[in-house]
């Protein structure tokens, strides 16, 4: 028996060895050997993603020269963020087991009448070498597909002065300033 390449004919005589188990590794996926992106997949961010978005904030800290120092000496950020993550809103974009950017919210009842649940978006961000890739396109797409699906009636973005692009997408999507 032998193996056959791709798009090989064999004789009507040969038997093809067939292996009995393929599974393919995203770092062994043909589609990244041949130059093309894999999928960009978006998942809830778990405890152990904890360090990375401290970090990620951080450099949304920086990056923005209108925001304080939002982090203090990190105990309450890092208790914060654990919060978020177990009875909240955070979605993680990643690619090929990379993480690219994040988006979290805060999904509460409003406070003037409970039976409206909000969800109140804290952070939109996506690493600044992902930034041309679909990754934040495909957060914002979770976000809104997450809101419908849990009867969100009311939405909330902070626009930062310097984010031009975030403003348009936005009000490309129906949302009103």
């Known amino acids: 028996m032998r193996q056959a390449c791709v798009g090989e004919r064999l004789a009507d005589t040969e038997k093809l060895a067939v292996p009995q188990e393929i599974s393919v590794s995203p770092s062994h996926d043909p589609r990244a050997t041949a130059g093309i992106p894999l999928p960009i997949t978006i998942r809830q961010a778990i405890p152990s993603d904890l360090d990375w978005l401290l970090g990620q904030l951080r450099e949304f800290s920086q990056f ?4 304080h120092d939002l982090f203090g000496d990190g105990i309450e950020a890092r208790a914060g963020m654990l919060a978020m993550i177990d009875g909240h809103f955070v979605r993680i974009a990643e690619r090929d087991g990379l993480r690219m950017g994040f988006i979290s919210a805060y ?44 009867r969100v009636r009311w939405i909330t973005f902070s626009l930062i002065e310097n984010s031009p692009v975030n403003e348009r997408v936005l009000l490309n999507r129906g949302f009103v300033r």
Do not use: C
């Open 64 to 67: 923005n020269a209108t925001k």
């Open 107 to 150: 999904y509460v009842a409003h406070p003037w009448n409970s039976k409206i649940q909000m969800l109140l978006e804290t952070f939109w961000w996506v690493d600044e070498q992902y930034r041309r890739s679909s990754a934040a396109l495909r957060l914002l797409e979770e976000f809104i597909s997450w809101a419908r699906g849990n």
